[in-house]
């Protein structure tokens, strides 16, 4: 029978840490286009 290469294996390392969002919600969205000055014109 063939051993377990894994068996007794101690997993060494940092625990990963809390995902950051990469994307803004609706709420920082409209507060983000409401601060910008885009005029009349937002298809340039």
């Given at each position: 029978m063939?051993?377990?290469?894994t068996r007794k294996?101690?997993?060494k390392g940092k625990a990963p840490g809390?995902?950051?969002s990469r994307y803004l919600?609706?709420?920082e969205l409209h507060k983000?286009?409401?601060s910008l000055?885009?005029?009349q014109?937002?298809?340039r």
């Open positions: 063939a051993r377990d290469p294996a101690i997993v809390p995902k950051k919600n609706q709420f983000l286009l409401a000055d885009l005029g014109d937002m298809t």
